[in-house]
């Protein structure tokens, strides 16, 4: 055991899955809606098409779940990587709720505008569970009454 209180090891696992199921999500059954919610800026500013930027960003989610998952001893680094990804997606998320754009499972304003809300916290999940703030070897102190 590594020492890692079990909640993170818990909390990483869980975020690790439901980044491999958005991944596959993007490349097979959602990624025609995917495709409709990927702003034109992005496709201007990266030079590829929609479908490129969607396949792209599911293979990204997939190689950062399975990571967070099967290398425990990068976790800091795949933690920090996770954060930004989510970070760097927000722009988008914020493209498709002012522009009222509907993917699967956001078709509503209200679900559009509430997603909003769960970008930062990815973030913070991403960086509580991976603990890239800490420094590398360090072990938790056990505090008893």
Same mark, same amino acid.
């Given at each position: 055991m590594t020492g890692e209180p079990l909640a993170r090891l818990v909390a990483r696992a869980l975020l690790g899955g439901m980044l491999v199921f958005a991944g596959l999500s993007h490349l097979l059954w959602? $990624? $025609?809606?995917? $495709?409709? %919610? @990927?702003?034109?800026? %992005? @496709? $201007? *500013?990266t030079g590829l098409d929609k479908d490129a930027i969607v396949v792209g960003?599911? *293979? @990204?989610?997939?190689?950062l779940?399975? %990571?967070? @998952? %099967?290398l425990p001893i990068h976790r800091r680094r795949i933690g920090a990587l996770t954060a930004a990804f989510f970070v760097a997606v927000l722009p988008g998320n914020i493209h498709q709720w002012r522009t009222g754009r509907s993917a699967p499972l956001l078709r509503t304003d209200r679900a559009r505008f509430i997603r909003l809300f769960l970008q930062p916290l990815l973030v913070l999940w991403a960086l509580w569970s991976t603990g890239p703030w800490r420094r590398p070897g360090a072990r938790h102190k056990i505090v008893r009454a």
């Amino acid at each position: 055991m590594t020492g890692e209180p079990l909640a993170r090891l818990v909390a990483r696992a869980l975020l690790g899955g439901m980044l491999v199921f958005a991944g596959l999500s993007h490349l097979l059954w959602a $990624r $025609r809606g995917f $495709r409709i %919610a @990927v702003p034109d800026w %992005a @496709v $201007r *500013a990266t030079g590829l098409d929609k479908d490129a930027i969607v396949v792209g960003s599911g *293979a @990204v989610e997939i190689m950062l779940g399975g %990571a967070l @998952v %099967a290398l425990p001893i990068h976790r800091r680094r795949i933690g920090a990587l996770t954060a930004a990804f989510f970070v760097a997606v927000l722009p988008g998320n914020i493209h498709q709720w002012r522009t009222g754009r509907s993917a699967p499972l956001l078709r509503t304003d209200r679900a559009r505008f509430i997603r909003l809300f769960l970008q930062p916290l990815l973030v913070l999940w991403a960086l509580w569970s991976t603990g890239p703030w800490r420094r590398p070897g360090a072990r938790h102190k056990i505090v008893r009454a």
